[in-house]
């Protein structure tokens, strides 16, 4: 076993794991995270996607141990103070879900891709959501949400500043 | 899918990491980014009894310039080489053929020299290195050396790299002002290469006057198309065809679900004059 420290959504969390535990393994079976799902379990889908330090990652791809002295966050970290972070509101208001499996994974590399390229074109979102897999096929819509969401993020900053 | 059980150490030197590599000979797998090793892992394609993850030597990530080269440092993630300023303007075949690796959330993880090292022939990254002349610096307990990129793809999944030693840089020489291109043929996003051809010219009044042609999974490593690279000297944007007929030749490309050989043969003659054209800014 080792020791690892990982802060996950803000909560840092101390606990003995196998080396060959997967992140998203230790996020929902040890710390609880339930929100992160995983999909194909072949590093495919992308329903697992977390950011780590701020980057999008398959957390079906990453050790546990690999993450120690390291920032997680889940889908569970992205709302504050009962807000749903942009992102979450925009698919909602879009219906950008049908069975909702891939959403978790979806939003948090969405907001990823939204930070990287604050104001994307329609191709761009697509290219930029490539390693998430929608087996509904709802893509339309979750594009559609994800325009709208960078629309609202980009104000945002605007009005912070 | 859970790997087997392994022992795990994250060395935070390169010393560390080698006196780690020695002590768990034949046994030991040299974790990079993970984004390859992870699924075999899962799969139980291999058990290692100890994982070494050089996820922790600072010293191995970064991207400087060497003068007359730049030096990647071996374990610098995908998504870092396509957005560097010195990748982007001394090596932009590299940034671009790197951008098409896998999705975003790999190409965060993933690392160069982890995709060196595992020499997938279908990986995106053998072919840039191969045509740019990379050099690559290759550390164990002797002490370092350079291999060419030439001598440096042995066979499917084996490389220069002895057990014990690590890849620790790949320095790239300069080819500032060269158009570049990568023309990578899939059939549905997010697939490894069926075939894929890296192109970079240097130009002159409008022909070309030196050009570098890599292949992708034309067979158990990546290739150098010298013959091509010869052909095109003195060619411009409407006579390319002829040049790059022969990029298939000497290849001995493998039969699979996507294609069969002489299906690959013909992709990369296509994929060759494709590349070059667009290299050319055509």
């Known amino acids: ?161 | 899918m859970i790997p087997a059980a392994f022992d795990y150490v994250s060395p935070t030197s390169l010393d560390d990491a080698l006196a780690a590599l020695a002590e768990a000979g034949d046994d030991a797998k040299v974790l990079a980014g993970g984004q390859s090793l992870l699924p075999i892992l899962r799969m139980r394609l291999n058990a290692p009894e100890k994982v070494v993850d050089l996820g922790r030597i600072e010293a191995l990530r970064g991207i400087r310039d060497g003068g007359d080269h730049i030096a990647i440092g071996a374990m610098t993630p995908y998504s870092d080489v396509v957005t560097d300023a010195l990748v982007q303007e001394h090596a932009g075949l590299l940034a671009k053929a790197v951008e098409t690796v896998a999705d975003p959330q790999i190409r965060h993880r993933g690392t160069v020299g982890g995709a060196l090292v595992h020499a997938d022939p279908a990986g995106d990254v053998g072919a840039p290195v191969l045509a740019l002349d990379a050099t690559m610096v290759v550390v164990g307990p002797g002490g370092e050396r350079t291999v060419g990129a030439g001598e440096f793809f042995r066979d499917l999944f084996e490389t220069a790299v002895g057990d014990g030693e690590l890849l620790t840089e790949i320095r790239i020489p300069k080819h500032t002002g060269w158009g570049s291109a990568y023309e990578k043929f899939v059939r549905v996003s997010h697939q490894w290469s069926i075939v894929a051809v890296a192109a970079t010219v240097r130009l002159e009044g409008g022909s070309i006057a030196e050009a570098r042609v890599g292949l992708t999974n034309m067979g158990s490593t990546p290739l150098r198309a010298s013959a091509v690279e010869q052909a095109l000297v003195g060619k411009g944007l409407s006579d390319l065809e002829s040049a790059c007929a022969a990029a298939a030749d000497g290849t001995n490309p493998p039969s699979d679900l996507n294609g069969d050989a002489d299906y690959r043969r013909h992709l990369a003659a296509v994929l060759t004059r494709r590349a070059v054209q667009r290299a050319m800014g055509g």
Do not use: W
């Open chain 1, 1 to 161: 076993m080792t020791r690892i420290t990982v802060n996950v959504d803000g909560v840092s969390c101390t606990d003995e794991v196998e080396p060959r535990m997967l992140l998203v393994h230790y996020l929902r079976e040890v710390v609880g995270k339930v929100g992160t799902v995983v999909g194909c379990d072949t590093s495919n889908c992308g329903a697992c996607t977390v950011h780590l330090d701020g980057r999008s990652v398959k957390s079906c791809n990453v050790l546990a141990v690999q993450a120690d002295g390291h920032d997680v966050t889940t889908i569970e970290g992205l709302s504050s103070n009962g807000e749903l972070h942009p992102m979450q509101a925009a698919f909602h208001e879009n219906h950008a879900l049908q069975c909702g499996y891939c959403t978790p994974g979806m939003i948090m590399q969405a907001v990823d891709l939204v930070t990287e390229n604050p104001n994307p074109s329609e191709e761009e979102i697509r290219v930029g959501l490539e390693g998430n897999l929608c087996r509904c096929t709802g893509y339309h819509n979750i594009v559609k949400a994800v325009a709208a969401a960078a629309g609202s993020m980009s104000s945002e900053r605007t009005e912070a500043r």
